[in-house]
């Protein structure tokens, strides 16, 4: 099973950029889907981004799209989010996770939380 540590989250302002991080372990990291999902307040989480085991198919939600990147260094055992032209909406908590294309499975970590101010 892989463990994950979301890193990489903090506050910016609205147009600014964030990288977080996913450091895995376990040896079986590069076999995985790998996925972001983020919840704000009082919303139930959502898909936000997601790459397949190889690297080489990326899907993202409609409302980051142009906006965030999803890349993934399987020699590192880590996934990573950056995320440009932040808005307020942006503001969640934000979980890395195995998955299947879009579709989480596995443990929720505890997540980075991500903070735009107006």
């Known amino acids: 099973q892989v463990q994950l540590v979301e890193s990489g989250g903090g506050l910016a302002q609205t147009g600014g950029s964030l990288r977080l991080s996913c450091a895995a372990s376990?040896?079986?990291?590069?076999?995985?889907?790998m996925g972001w999902f983020r919840q704000a307040p009082g919303k139930e989480r959502e898909f936000v981004a997601a790459?397949?085991?190889?690297?080489?198919?990326?899907y993202y939600a409609d409302s980051v799209k142009g906006r965030f990147t999803i890349s993934r260094d399987n020699a590192k055992n880590t996934v990573y989010l950056q995320m440009n032209s932040l808005k307020p909406e942006d503001t969640a908590l934000y979980y890395c996770?195995?998955?299947?294309?879009?579709?989480?499975?596995?443990?929720w970590g505890q997540g980075t939380q991500v903070t735009v101010s107006p």
């Open positions: 996770i195995t998955s299947q294309g879009t579709r989480p499975f596995g443990s």
């Open positions: 376990g040896r079986s990291f590069s076999s995985y889907d």
């Open positions: 790459i397949s085991w190889t690297g080489g198919r990326t």
